[in-house]
């Protein structure tokens, strides 16, 4: 009996150490964030270094990045693409889905099994190619020529497929004695009640955006149109930013709207990780 | 006949409303996909640099065998080879045990859960920064905690042979979370029956992990296995970020090497035929681990 207590409690040690490895950079980010930097660096061999002492708690790394770095114009930036691609990318793949799924028309096995091959493609290997197409049709630094290549998702082209797949075949038959065409059975029927995967769909591709490094890097060069990822490298690289505070701050607010997110649609992000097992 | 016989077959209008939906996703997969790709099959048998477009000429096999002398990219092939094959055993290994914890009925169960997940909401780039500062060989918090149990000052991201362990180690922490999560999914769908026959034949807790668990999350950790190592070879955020790809090209990746090389140099020629190898090459793994794994 008393072994097993002993057993137990270091077993809650372990778990509770191992739960430390995972949060303790965010937290000293959040924490230096709200520090000057003298004060990080004289925290940093203490427990002060991830918990605020109040007396030394100051809002002028943030004061002071947003003086010298427009971030919230980037952050807008990307709060845009990622909506747009969300928007479009939802409208262009659930269409395509639905009609596979419903459908029947010449070569649609054809078009399916493009689709399903397309999928095996690894988009980051091929972006050599894909910049030089959109360098050819002249779309590079335009909000186009970023936003584009990335609507079309064969993956999402096909989950909505699975999805729809399931809807009884009643339904389209009694919306066409309705006398309903299939567009508006399409967005008056299908769409309200298939909101949970435009959800999933929605909020990944949402995440996925924001989160984009390498392809904005290769096709947005104009410092106006820059997205938030892009913008953290820049500000961590520039030789004139020397405060550790400054970085925390920007690395805080970028990472805040994404926090916010999950808070709100936790369950349909794992939901969504778990169909189509991104990162 | 056989016209009537197909005209029969499909609606003319619903066939045309299916093209009508289908229209904006295959045009633009069409563009954005098809079109690179054979972008890269014309361009890869040329000699193609972007700011001389009119001197481009067909050169035949030339770029293909000149890979096989590059020791550059023969190098970065070693590098990303050498990360697939640490990080997706240490991710997947690391994922599994923390499923296994939150699993466990325990206290706090909700703290601990979101604890190991914490690192998945932070982006790419920003875990890249985060850690950079981290690991600051002089100023990092990294050094003081190690130096306060006793090691001495490490070089990490500075070093040549410290570098690439030190990205792998990163990029399991921060993507384990998700992992988690599908194991903890899988571990939830195991008939808590198996476990109880199993005990009343006298199983221990080692052998029902061996006997019920394992083979039950079989085709979740298939998935993973494919998922993880196809991410894996596209690793470039990081070390683009953290090292660009130094010191002495110890942490540079394909396709930091096909960034560097066919983006910022424009040698669109030679970089496109790598990328059609490496294309090729990534499809060849995920078919070949599906087939290994599936005969097991």
Known sequence: MHKKNIIKILFYIAITLLSLFFVFPMLWMIVSSFKIDEHIYRDIGTVFAFLPRMEDMTIKPYIELLSMYNIFKNMGNSLMYASLTVVFGLMVNSLAGYALAKFNFPFKDGVLLLIIALMIVPVEATILPLYMVVFRIKLINTIAGYLLPFVANVMNIFLFRQYFLSFPEELSEAARIDGLGHFKLFYKIVFPISKPIYVTIGIITFLASWNDFLWPVMALSNSDLMPVQVALNAIFSDTYNIFTSHTMAALTLVTLPVVVLYMFFQRQIVEGVARSGIK | ?296
Request: hydrophobic share 50%; aromatic share 12%.
């Open chain 2, 1 to 296: 006949m056989e016209l009537t016989k197909k005209k029969s077959k499909y609606s003319l209008k619903e066939s045309l409303t299916a093209y009508i939906f289908l229209l904006p996703a295959l045009m633009l997969a069409f563009t954005f996909i098809i079109l690179p790709i054979f972008s890269a099959f014309v361009n890869g048998f040329t000699d193609y640099y972007l700011l001389k477009p009119d001197e481009k000429i067909f050169i035949g096999i030339d770029n293909f065998i000149r890979m096989a002398s590059d020791t550059l990219l023969l190098r970065t092939f070693k590098n990303t080879l050498y990360f697939v094959l640490l990080v997706v055993p240490l991710q997947l290994g690391m994922a599994l045990i923390l499923a296994l914890i939150v699993n466990k009925k325990i206290k706090f169960n909700g703290y601990y859960r979101m604890a190991y997940f914490a690192p998945a909401v932070l982006s790419l780039v920003v875990i890249s920064i985060l850690w950079s500062v981290l690991l600051n060989p002089s100023s990092g918090l990294a050094n003081q905690i190690l130096m306060s149990v006793g090691i001495p000052r490490q070089k990490f991201l500075t070093s040549t042979t410290q570098a690439m362990p030190t990205i792998v180690v990163i990029s399991a922490w921060s993507g384990c979370g998700y992992q988690m999560l599908i194991f903890l999914a899988g571990l939830k769908n195991i008939e808590n029956s198996l476990y109880e026959a199993a005990e009343i034949d006298g199983a221990n807790s080692w052998k029902k992990f061996l006997h019920i668990t394992i083979p039950s999350l079989r085709p979740v950790t298939m998935f993973l296995i494919i998922t993880t190592t196809i991410q894996a070879f596209k690793l470039i955020v990081q070390p683009m970020v953290m090292t660009g790809g130094g010191p002495d090209y110890s942490t540079m990746t394909i396709l930091q090497y096909i960034y560097e090389y066919g983006f910022r140099h424009r040698n669109v020629g030679y970089v496109s035929a790598i990328t059609l190898v490496f294309t090729l090459f990534l499809v060849i793994v995920s078919i070949l681990i599906k087939k290994v794994l599936k005969e097991e």
